[in-house]
């Protein structure tokens, strides 16, 4: 068996697809794979898609639960990363298996548990901050294509200083002064006490607007 697998799609005119095939095959032999199989067909390779499409449903059939994290590293950092949760999984007790597009540095952890255990989800949650805080200290981010929203907001400040996010909050502050849009998402604890004491919005000033 193998511990990973990895698919490399490449596309162009023949004569480059056929020079980037031979670096690749140079590339990946270095790394003494237990096997490279290139598709023999548009047919097999649609079939070697469909199964990394269909990892969630093949995780649900492992797990009645798991957490999704999208957290980033630089990509020389990969194979760090990747031992790195491998330990934090033994070490929790809690099977994670990584899946999707690491090849840019953007992980997806899927943090495996089962919800009717007590206890369960919240050691699960635990691990799943652990990684992405590891994230963050090997240079990355929390995230890399779905956002911060209410999961991540707690996460912030080990992205950012208070200064940073208050500019942040400053900017919103500036454009919903109403505190209208996705309400309590993305930062961290309360968001009015770090919008008050930056003043009122001209707006409010001129009496067009009000916060009540």
């Not at 004569?15 to 199989?37: C, G, K, Q």
């Not at 598709?39 to 449903?57: C, N």
């Not at 209208?180 to 309360?190: E, L, Q, V």
């Amino acid at each position: 068996g193998c511990e990973a697998v990895l698919i490399v799609e490449l596309e162009g005119p023949r004569e480059v697809v056929a020079i980037e095939r031979e670096r690749l095959d140079a590339i990946l032999s270095a790394s003494s794979p237990v096997e490279m199989r290139p598709a023999r067909d548009a047919e097999e390779r649609l079939a070697i898609w469909k199964g990394r499409k269909s990892a969630f449903s093949a995780v649900g059939r492992l797990s009645p639960d798991f957490i999704v994290q999208d957290g980033v590293v630089p990509r020389r950092r990969l194979g760090e990363a990747l031992r790195r949760i491998d330990s934090m999984s033994k070490e929790a007790g809690i099977r994670v298996a990584n899946v999707f597009h690491a090849g840019d540095g953007n992980l997806h952890p899927l943090i495996l548990f089962n919800g009717r255990e007590e206890g369960a989800l919240e050691r699960a949650e635990d691990l799943a901050g652990r990684i992405l805080k590891m994230c963050v200290e090997m240079g990355g981010s929390i995230t890399g294509e779905h956002g911060i929203g209410v999961e991540k907001r707690e996460f912030l400040a080990d992205m950012f200083n208070q200064y940073e996010i208050d500019a942040m909050l400053r900017l919103r502050a500036a454009f919903d002064p109403h505190g209208i849009a996705n309400p309590g998402k993305m930062f961290p604890g309360k968001e009015a006490p770090s919008l008050s004491h930056h003043g009122l919005h001209p707006l409010e000033k001129a009496g067009i607007i009000s916060r009540e």
